[in-house]
């Protein structure tokens, strides 16, 4: 009896306390508003970052924008031929790997992870191998490059070559692309796939017709994310790599043979190169601000047209 | 009898039931197929094992141990001193943790408990994007923006790079994720418990700090434990930011320069035209490499077994 009486007691003074105290609670305000300041600071900092670097690209981007994206590397930031072709056709290279091999990959890993995979350990330890290479740093990826790609197969790749680096990137972001492909897939509604078998479905014909089409944004979705991911990545391409100082070729964007030469260079590490040189020619560092403003061009892009699918097909679905 | 899926006395046998053998074959060649891309994981995997291990494994047979632990990182003058790389990660890592802990955990409260559903489909996506920035472009900005204006005005260290100024920027750059599984961790939390709080009288205040984030807190372990293990192995900012070229001496003072682990792997790689060379210098990439590897898997697996937890209790 004492207990319930205790608990009776609490819960008087509690009614009491909370109809005496005042209307506006002062502590829950302050930390209400200590926590949205915690968010602003977050935002203002990502405000910061794009006006600062857009200021600093301003000169170059304003001044000769179509002799910046043609240009190519020079020892001197002055240099009216100075600009980030090489780099543009480095990355779209690698882009074309991690589409080429990351995606299809991918996709086939999260489909029998899904739909076929049986629920047993073995299955257990691939998802669980995924985690742990999805928390991989990006620098061991490169490693990786370095020892299998660069000094193993040499041969084949062509040494330190864009083919070296768009393999590395490839599996680097393997992992994202079968994570957030299960997810797209997970979500598909049992019905559908019981529906498709009830007219007499077979497995592949009913991930075809039904599973596939109902995940196609969330896939879409990943494939971005890991995209962006992709082609922002610089540490790995380091290891692999990347030219420093100048690079004398010019490859165009279809030029084949460019794809195992035995140099090449892509948007993140021009922007290192870049910044390293800035410490004996200030100039550099505004080139490497407008390298930057061409490489988040495409970056937020990506991530945005990915976050804004997702969104909408989550709230059309809800 | 020309056909056997037709039985001549009339209704179903086993084989009229069967599929197509055709139809068979090729479900059975695509169900392989897509095994075969699933085991391309374990592939790559025990890949990076063998290479890391292959290489380390020479550097830690040949190397005078002796060099391993002395006055600082001259890898090209056969010193390999660990203690200064990971002393720099500990530091760069600390004050990342320092400024992406709060940041993150109060983004990810107020997004869960707080925003109203018009200002969290507002404000989330900009916190995503934040996610999305590549590291190049935060070091870019720990060195030209956070080191004069932050560290130099803030902390009086040098406007050029530093530790301080290479771990606020790994820290911002941690934000997002930090905030992000914090907030999963709080959304999986049960409306009913915060029902119970509210309808006990508690204020909301008491109900966020009492019952949400007690409940939430594995989770929350799991984003501080994967925050770090990002920290630990993030690059190009402690690399451009870092204040530290190709070598460095031991330091513990965050306003000067030095070389995190993975720094002094970059700058390895770097510093000629091939790592291959002088004594022991590729192999000591490797085994650099072999302990970012172990550590951040470990911290890795800890934080899973805490997200795990998360989802058997609700």
Redesign the interface.
């Known amino acids: 009896m004492a207990k319930a009486r205790l608990i009776g007691d609490r819960t008087n003074k509690m009614m009491v306390q909370a109809m005496e105290r005042r209307a506006t609670d002062v502590r829950g305000r302050v930390f209400q508003i200590t926590l949205l300041v915690t968010l602003l600071i977050s935002l203002f900092i990502l405000g910061v970052l794009i006006v600062d670097v857009v200021v600093d690209a301003w000169g170059v981007l304003t001044g000769r924008p179509s002799g910046f994206l043609t240009g190519t590397m020079r020892s001197l930031s002055g240099d009216p031929k100075l600009g980030v072709q090489q780099a543009l056709v480095g990355t779209f290279w690698i882009a074309v790997f991690v589409a080429v091999l990351a995606f299809p990959i991918g996709i086939g890993a999260a489909i029998w992870l899904e739909e076929y995979a049986l629920k047993n350990r073995f299955t257990r330890f691939i998802e669980l191998n995924i985690r742990n290479l999805a928390g991989v740093p990006s620098i061991v990826y490169g490693l990786l490059g370095l020892f299998l790609f660069v000094k193993s197969l040499g041969g084949l790749t062509g040494g330190k070559s864009i083919a070296s680096a768009g393999i590395t990137l490839a599996i680097l972001v393997l992992p994202i692309v079968i994570i957030t492909t299960q997810e797209a897939i997970r979500a598909v509604p049992q019905g559908l796939k019981e529906g498709a078998y009830g007219v007499g479905a077979t497995k592949w014909t009913m991930i075809r017709s039904q599973v596939l089409p109902y995940a196609a944004p969330g896939i879409f979705t990943g494939t971005l994310l890991s995209m962006s991911r992709g082609i922002g990545e610089a540490a790995p391409l380091l290891l692999v790599g990347a030219v420093s100082g100048r690079l004398g070729s010019n490859p165009g964007f279809f030029d084949f043979s460019a794809i195992n030469a035995e140099a090449f260079m892509a948007m993140p590490v021009i922007i290192v190169e870049w910044v390293q040189n800035s410490g004996r020619d200030p100039g550099f560092a505004e080139a490497a601000a407008a390298a930057i403003v061409v490489l988040l061009v495409f970056v937020i892009l990506m991530n945005a047209a990915a976050i804004f699918l997702r969104n909408h097909f989550e709230k059309k679905r809800g | 009898m020309s056909d056997t899926r037709v039985n001549p006395a009339g209704g179903l046998t086993v084989q009229s039931l069967k599929?197509n053998p055709r139809?068979a074959r090729?479900?059975r060649l695509?169900?392989d197929?897509?095994?075969?891309?699933?085991?391309?994981?374990?592939l790559?995997?025990g890949?990076?094992i063998w290479?890391?291990f292959?290489?380390a494994w020479t550097f830690m047979v040949e190397v005078d141990w002796g060099s391993v632990w002395d006055i600082g990182w001259f890898p090209r003058r056969g010193i390999y001193d660990i203690k200064t790389l990971i002393v720099a990660s500990l530091i760069v890592t600390g004050i990342a943790m320092i400024v992406a802990g709060?940041?993150?955990?109060?983004?990810a409260?107020?997004?869960s408990e707080?925003a109203r559903p018009g200002v969290r489909?507002t404000?989330k996506?900009?916190?995503?994007?934040?996610a999305?920035?590549?590291?190049?472009?935060?070091?870019?900005?720990a060195?030209?923006?956070i080191a004069p204006n932050v560290v130099k005005t803030l902390f009086g260290g040098p406007a050029a790079g530093s530790l301080l100024a290479a771990g606020i920027g790994v820290g911002?750059l941690v934000?997002?994720l930090v905030?992000s599984i914090s907030e999963d961790a709080m959304k999986a939390v049960p409306m009913s418990l915060r029902e119970a709080s509210s309808g006990?009288?508690a204020?909301?205040?008491t109900t966020?700090i009492r019952v949400v984030l007690p409940a939430a807190v594995s989770g929350l372990m799991a984003a501080f434990i994967?925050a770090v293990?990002?920290a630990?192995?993030?690059?190009?900012v402690v690399?451009?930011a870092g204040g530290a070229a190709q070598t460095a001496v031991y330091t513990h003072d965050p306003l000067e320069g030095s070389l995190p682990l993975?720094a002094g792997?970059?700058s390895l790689?770097?510093g000629t035209d091939?790592?291959v060379g002088e004594g022991l210098t590729f192999q000591s990439?490797?085994f650099v490499?072999l302990m970012?590897?172990v550590v951040?898997?470990a911290l890795?697996?800890v934080?899973?077994r805490f997200v795990h937890r998360v989802r058997e209790q609700y």
């Not at chain 2, 999305?132 to 900005?141: A, D, E, H, Y």
Request: glycine share 10%; hydrophobic share 55%; charged share 15%.
């Open positions: 599929a139809q090729k479900e695509i169900r197929c897509l095994g075969g891309t699933a085991l391309v994981s374990v790559i995997s890949l990076i290479s890391l292959s290489e709060p940041l993150g955990l109060g983004a409260i107020y997004l707080y489909r404000l996506p900009i916190l995503e994007i934040l999305g920035i590549p590291s190049v472009v935060l070091g870019f900005f060195l030209e923006w911002v934000v997002p905030a006990l009288g204020r909301k205040i966020t994967v293990s990002r630990l192995g993030e690059t190009m690399f451009m993975t792997m970059t790689a770097r091939s790592v990439l490797f490499g970012l590897f951040t898997f890795n697996v934080a899973d």
